[in-house]
Each structure stands twice: as structure tokens, then as C-alpha cells.
Nanobody
């Protein structure tokens, strides 16, 4: 069992940057590949980025490629999402999640944080 807590959200102007953090307790994060997802009002939750346990593999949604970077510090038990060149359409609640599958080709996110709000103003 692992508990995830996101932080770092807030209000930022378009073009600005934010760094989200996802801190874990209960188990070490190096046991899991990790993902970030987001859900905008009235929309389905969507995938944003994911990172392998060792940090060598990443996948990004096309909408954030080149602007967002996912990283992890296993020593601190934290996963980050650096978000640059933010757009109004990035406004959403952002969630981190732990993939329990140990299969990069077939992830299964069983543990979720409570989310952190990101609002990008024009």
C-alpha cells in the first residue's frame, strides 16, 4: 500500500511554469512506475505523462510533449511534473498515480493521490 499526496498547484499566467510534486508514504516509490493524469471540468480524466521505475523510460501525451517533464527522486520518494509554457487548456486537477503492473506495456494504476488544482489564466 502506498499513499500519494500531490502539491505545487496554483494559479499561473499563460506562458508561465509550475512544478508539481507527488510525495509517497507507506512504500518506496522505486517499486512503481509513476504517472501523472489530469481532469478538466466537464471532461474525462486524461493521461499526461509516465515514468519507469528507474527513470529511463518516459511517455508523454502529445498535448504536453516538449513542455512538460516528468522526473523522480527515489531517494526522496517524490515524483515531479515540471510544466513550462503553460496554456489555458492545461487548466485541470492533476493527479499522480502508481502503476502496480511492473509491465511497461500494460500499466495498471491502482494508487492515486487526491489531486492538485492547476489554473492557467490568459
Amino acid at each position: 500500500q502506498v499513499q500519494l499526496v500531490e502539491s505545487g498547484g496554483g494559479l499561473v499566467q499563460a506562458g508561465g511554469s509550475l512544478r508539481l510534486s507527488c510525495a509517497a508514504s507507506g512504500r518506496t516509490l522505486n517499486s512503481y512506475a509513476m504517472g501523472w493524469f489530469r481532469q478538466a471540468p466537464g471532461k474525462e480524466r486524461e493521461f499526461v505523462a509516465r515514468l519507469s521505475r528507474g527513470g529511463s523510460r518516459t511517455t508523454y501525451a502529445d498535448s504536453v510533449k516538449g513542455r512538460f517533464t516528468i522526473s523522480r527522486d527515489n531517494a526522496k520518494n517524490v515524483v515531479y511534473l515540471q510544466m513550462n509554457s503553460l496554456k489555458t487548456e492545461d487548466t485541470a486537477v492533476y493527479y499522480c498515480a502508481a502503476d502496480i503492473s511492473r509491465d511497461w506495456t500494460n500499466p495498471r494504476y491502482d494508487y492515486w493521490g487526491q489531486g492538485t488544482q492547476v489554473t492557467v489564466s490568459s
